[in-house]
């Protein structure tokens, strides 16, 4: 089995990657074969520093090796370096329509928010899908948001396999059950995000302890003192149930049960401290990888080079299928 996921090179990373992606990396790369992809070129498509994404490549890179990803059995590699991927994404664009693309809800909302929508933020979920296809990849560990990018994807490799033969397999996505979609701390109408919202609400996995724990203490509830998962009814209180689900691996009844009449104050602190010791390790591993550059980007060489081998196969048979003469 192979599994592919990517990560942005933007913002500091938050519990939110955390829970709806680290982790599942992680656990997924004991089910196969691995590759984890650094998306720097989908980076590019909005306005961006070039000297901040190269540090964020670099810290997105160290992140995943932080939270698990072991580079002896899976691939980690940043997109940039290996051009099959922008190739791919060219030769689908002729297996993908205008109308689909449009209908992208990620793209209405970052166009909207933009004075100059550049062509590549209309069409990167193009590039997103040869981002899977090329590895004939089985599963995708993504967050709930990224549920329409990958049924485009699989819209794609089918209607590919249709007009030039049997090519892609069809992946399918692997979504955490609880707290897929955190919420900030301050606003639990919106997604923690380090792009958009109050930020005392978005825990950053690099936060001092001090500083994720200040930010549960003040963490917006509601005026009940019911500690119930509703999160039609009481957003914020379900939200950090999640979050506290997912830290100490105890289900949601468990923890209703549990706190049953204690009120808000020792428990927005306890799901704070579970977080900074859910959080303890990974800090310290993610501190000693970026303290060493350039071993970081050796391990990405040899990622890159492994990517390389194993997409290959793919890209040529894409363009064999579609009639292209070969060099050879």
């Not at 980690?76 to 205008?98: K, P, Y």
């Not at 449009?102 to 997103?128: H, I, N």
């Not at 306890?270 to 990974?282: F, H, K, N, S």
Request: net charge negative; charged share 25%; aromatic share 8%.
């Amino acid at each position: 089995m192979r599994i592919f996921s990517g990560i942005q090179p933007t913002g500091d990373k938050h519990l939110g990657n955390l829970i709806g992606g680290f982790r599942q990396y992680a656990a997924t790369q004991e089910q196969g074969e691995g590759f984890f992809c650094i998306v720097d070129l989908h980076s590019i498509t909005t306005a961006y520093d070039p000297k901040g994404l190269h540090e964020a490549t670099l810290a997105g890179a160290a992140m995943l090796f932080a939270t698990g990803i072991d580079p002896e059995r899976s691939i980690v590699f940043a997109q940039s370096h290996v051009e099959a991927h922008a190739e791919a994404a060219w030769l689908l664009s002729s297996a993908t329509s205008f109308g689909e693309l449009r209908r992208m809800t990620q793209f209405k909302d970052k166009s909207a928010e933009q004075e100059f929508v550049s062509a590549g933020l209309f069409s990167y979920p193009v590039l997103m899908a040869g981002d899977i296809l090329l590895y004939q990849t089985d599963i995708v560990p993504i967050g709930d948001d990224q549920r329409q990018h990958l049924e485009l994807t699989r819209n794609v490799a089918e209607r590919f396999n249709t007009r030039y033969g049997e090519t892609f397999t069809v992946p399918r996505g692997v979504f955490p059950q609880e707290g897929a979609r955190v919420r900030n701390l301050q606003e639990p109408e919106r997604l923690m995000s380090t792009s958009a919202g109050n930020p005392q609400g978005v825990v950053r996995m690099v936060d001092e302890p001090d500083v994720i724990r200040k930010k549960f203490k003040t963490a917006v509830t509601d005026s009940e003192r019911e500690i119930r998962h509703n999160p039609a009814a009481k957003a914020g209180i379900s939200n950090l149930i999640e979050i506290l689900s997912v830290a100490t691996g105890e289900p949601l009844d468990g923890i209703e049960s549990r706190y049953n009449g204690a009120g808000y104050g020792q428990f927005k602190e306890d799901v704070g401290e579970a977080v900074v010791t859910l959080l303890a390790p990974i800090q310290e591993r993610y501190r000693a990888l970026r303290a060493d550059e350039v071993a970081l980007r050796e391990l990405l060489a040899e990622g890159a080079e492994r990517a390389r081998e194993a997409s290959r196969p793919t890209l040529e048979a894409m363009y064999e299928r579609m009639g292209f003469v070969s060099p050879r």
